[in-house]
C-alpha cells in the first residue's frame, strides 16, 4: 500500500470515522491509480477484488471521502466526475478527447510562476487552480 493510502486511513482513523472493508478498498484503489478514476471504475476494481460493494456503496464512499477531505473530485468539461487522493504531488491533467484516458502531467515550474504573476498584477488571491490539457494520446493520434 502506497504511503498515500496509509495517510489517508491514519486521517479517517484519528477522524472518528470507521475502517470498512469497501472504504479501505476505495482507499486502496485510489493510491494505486496513476490518474483520477471515475466511479465506475472504482467499482471495477472492487468487483475484480472481491470486495462486496454496489454502485451505491461506491458513490456513498467517494462522497464520504471527498467530504472528508480525502479524496478530490475532478470534473474535465461535461465529462462524469472523477476522483484521486488528496494530498499527492501537485499535478495536472490531459485527457483524450477520443477515448478519455486521463493522464496525471507534472506541475510545471513556468506555470506556477505564471500564475503568482498572474496573482501579483490583478490583486487576486489564488486559493486553487486547475489546468487540464485536452487532445489525443498516443494511442488514438
Known amino acids: 500500500m502506497k504511503k498515500t493510502a496509509h495517510a489517508a486511513l491514519e486521517k479517517l482513523k484519528s477522524g472518528g470515522r470507521r475502517l470498512t472493508a469497501a472504504r479501505r478498498a476505495v482507499i486502496e484503489a485510489l493510491a494505486e491509480a496513476e490518474a483520477p ?3 465506475s471504475e472504482v ?3 472492487l468487483v475484480k477484488r472481491g470486495v462486496g460493494a454496489d454502485r451505491a456503496t461506491v458513490y456513498r464512499e ?3 471521502l471527498s467530504e472528508a477531505g480525502i479524496a478530490v473530485t475532478v470534473r474535465f468539461e461535461s465529462r462524469a466526475a472523477r476522483f484521486e487522493l488528496a494530498g499527492g504531488a501537485h499535478h ?3 485527457v483524450c478527447v477520443k477515448c478519455e484516458a486521463v493522464s496525471d502531467v507534472e506541475a510545471d515550474a513556468e506555470l506556477e ?3 503568482r504573476r498572474i496573482a501579483r498584477r490583478s490583486g487576486f488571491k489564488v486559493l486553487r487552480h ?3 490539457l485536452f487532445g489525443l494520446c498516443a494511442d488514438c493520434r
Open 43 to 45: 467499482l471495477g476494481i
Open 37 to 39: 478514476l471515475s466511479a
Open 62 to 64: 467517494l462522497e464520504a
Open 92 to 94: 495536472h491533467h490531459a
Open 130 to 132: 486547475s489546468f487540464e
Open 113 to 115: 510562476a505564471a500564475e
